[in-house]
């Protein structure tokens, strides 16, 4: 059944599965998308085009679905959720009618949030064309009080809860673009726009913005609890596949091991002192020349032994690769010639940096990327290798103008924010067609949907410092909000790093106390000396016997720790929930966990409270409601209660394991072997 209501400035219809609003010159169209959930889409004159990528899965439609028409409003509502479309009353008699847009929550009744809109300014959906025919959208909804947001991807501003925050729509060197967030008032927005642009969580709008685009593309989700919210979000976008077992254990990795000997000999080295290690890493340089994607045979010259030597130890071998093309490369000239590589506005390959001899390939060119996998499986798994760390994925240009790159998909502000998913697309594709059943890649940027393409992300070139640690913390607890289920940083930082420092050595333990429980454990950095020598040590034991007697214990605690990680592991794959959480995600009811952002959850059970400062040998720590028990020194604690003083020596920080729970026995007393 069509309804229809219509007259000189609004047409509305309802097919009694979706609503299509047709105002002055845009059109707007509101649908269910999945359980609990909206889709909102609206452009110009009539036209409603899909942008260049669409990071949702396509609807497994609710039943639960209800549509009214009234001379003055519509609605829909699918489950949870409620739209109603309402119109203007207060008007002055010269401005033309307009309408706005409410979201409910069906079991509450409570407004979830609304579009914002004045008398005098009553469009809060502002969309003009550019020159090229695309579109710029500024995109206005009302800011409550005290609502809090959380996700966003990955940002270096250190903070959790980003009410305030102008966030930019980019990829950057550790700044992340995943548009999608939880709110404190009960729903999840996802903007699903690779759009370059802006979010401005303001007090008095939220504010989205795209530069260049089709079409508003939104998707809004309520629940009772983040975790539902979580859950259809992920639902909507994809779920992570089940981490690989060997992946939660310890991975090993410097800038650089420069030689196949160096690798061998510090695998050799682990394995004599017995330690445990799961992955060791090849980073950049050990090729001839970027773009060859393959080993240099004078430092490499039998990777198919290597390989098979440390699987024969039980280590897994990762390479980085990164997707830049230098001018000297053997796959140069073809790939210029067939055209798959980034142009500029003039139809030139666009260089890394003004005077670099590297351009970067197009992942967004099937053909491209179809070339770029041949020769990753002709160099590199022809030699058993299936792990691949893909570095600069932002892409990483400089200056950074994305108006001056060209894909095949588009100009670069409509897609330079997809760069990194369709490089991971590609090679979780690739591998799949190897018969590869374990997948997981490590890359320096994601975007919404990189989840599913078994992509783990780590937080970038950060520096070695105690205040990095501190952001390290609200960034990975956002990226996990945000759908990044398998997250990592560089334990002490990959700038800077003096081994020899005392402020360096009581750093590498806080952070290696803090990494244990993230969800992979991986140390890297390019580490400084007081001595000439370049490429200095960067393995557990390379930091002073002190350290190294607190490193070698955290190391036996993640094996430990491993089966309750890929317990959690599989719920995040069946679920979407991942194993770190911010508080509020186990007490959605307790205001207190909506505002603690340097505690977290790993997993249901355990409450960790990281060291983030230098010479700090106590910290006060926040316990929510029921019975704790310290997993060091077994003392036991009343919940809803702020405990201070919790002591921090340097072997140990505060981590408490729910009264009852049979993780407990993870943990040594004293935390000694």
Not at 235 to 243: N, R, S
Not at 429 to 456: D, F, H, N, P
């Amino acid at each position: 059944m069509i309804i229809q209501k219509d007259d000189s400035w609004l047409m509305l219809n309802t097919d009694g599965k979706s609503i299509v609003l047709r105002h002055e010159n845009q059109t707007l169209t509101v649908e269910p998308w999945n359980r609990n959930s909206v889709r909102v889409r609206c452009a110009l004159n009539g036209v409603c085009s899909e942008n260049v990528y669409d990071a949702l899965l396509p609807s497994n439609n609710s039943e639960d679905i209800h549509l009214e028409l009234t001379e003055e409003n519509a609605s829909l509502t699918n489950g949870k959720i409620k739209v109603e479309i309402c119109l203007a009353k207060e008007r002055f008699w010269y401005l033309p009618k307009a309408y706005s847009l409410t979201f409910y929550n069906t079991d509450t009744g409570e407004e979830l949030f609304r579009e914002a809109y004045a008398p005098i300014h009553p469009m809060s959906r502002s969309m003009r064309y550019n020159d090229d025919k695309s579109m710029n959208i500024e995109y206005l909804l009302r800011s409550y009080e005290n609502e809090k947001f959380y996700g966003m991807g990955q940002h270096a501003h250190g903070r959790l809860n980003l009410k305030g925050c102008l966030l930019e729509l980019k990829q950057v060197n550790s700044e992340v673009n995943i548009p999608f967030t939880i709110s404190s008032r009960g729903y999840g927005f996802l903007w699903n726009n690779p759009s370059v642009g802006q979010v401005f969580f303001g007090a008095n709008n939220t504010k989205w913005t795209a530069d260049s685009t089709n079409c508003l593309d939104y998707w809004v989700t309520a629940g009772d609890t983040p975790k539902e919210i979580m859950s259809s979000y992920m639902t909507a976008t994809g779920k992570p596949p089940m981490l690989p077992d060997w992946a939660a254990g310890f991975w090993q990795c410097k800038l650089r091991y420069q030689t196949q000997d160096e690798i061998m000999s510090i695998a050799m080295e682990y394995k004599k002192r017995n330690l445990p290690i799961s992955v060791i890493v090849i980073d950049y340089f050990h090729w001839k020349a970027a773009g060859d994607w393959s080993f240099d045979p004078e430092y490499f010259p039998d990777p198919d032994g290597m390989v098979k030597e440390l699987g024969a130890m039980g280590i897994k071998l990762m390479v980085s690769v990164w997707p830049t093309v230098e001018s000297t490369s053997v796959n140069y000239a073809q790939m210029r010639q067939k055209g798959y590589l980034v142009l500029d506005r003039f139809g030139e390959p666009l260089r890394m940096t003004v005077d670099s001899p590297s351009v970067y390939y197009d992942p967004t060119n099937p053909d491209a990327s179809a070339y770029h996998w041949e020769k990753i499986r002709e160099n590199y798994c022809k030699y058993g290798i299936k792990v691949f760390w893909l570095d600069a994925i932002e892409p990483e240009y400089f200056p950074d103008d994305e108006s001056n790159r060209w894909f095949a998909m588009g100009n670069g502000i409509q897609v330079s924010n997809l760069y990194p998913i369709m490089q991971q697309k590609a090679y979780y594709e690739g591998l799949k067609k190897e018969g590869e059943t374990e997948i997981i890649t490590l890359g320096r940027s994601a975007y919404t949907g990189s989840q599913k393409y078994g992509a783990a992300v780590w937080s970038g070139d950060i520096p070695s410092t105690f205040e990095s640690l501190q952001n390290q913390v609200r960034a990975g607890l956002n990226m996990a909000v945000s759908g990044i289920a398998w997250w990592t940083t560089d334990i002490g930082g990959f700038v800077g790093g003096n081994i020899e420092s005392d402020y360096f050595r009581e750093l590498v333990v806080r952070w290696f106390q803090y990494g244990v429980f993230c969800p992979l454990l991986r140390l890297h950095g390019a580490r400084e000396s007081n001595t000439e020598k370049s490429m200095q040590p960067n393995e557990a034991w390379s930091f002073g016997d002190e350290a190294y007697k607190i490193i070698r214990e955290i190391l036996f605690l993640r094996e430990r720790l491993r089966p309750y990680i890929m317990k959690h592991m599989k719920s995040a794959s069946e679920d979407g929930i991942p194993i770190m959480r911010p508080m509020f995600f186990e007490y959605p009811d307790d205001p207190r966990a909506y505002e603690i952002e340097d505690q977290f959850f790993f997993g249901e059970d355990i409450l960790v409270a990281p060291i983030l400062s230098q010479s700090t040998w106590s910290r006060e720590v926040y316990l929510p409601k029921g019975g704790w028990v310290h997993a060091f020194t077994r003392e036991e604690y009343q919940g809803e209660m702020l405990h201070e003083n919790i002591r921090a020596v340097l072997n140990e920080i505060p981590v408490f394991v729910r009264k009852g729970s049979n993780a407990l026995p993870i943990f040594k007393e004293n935390g000694h072997e």
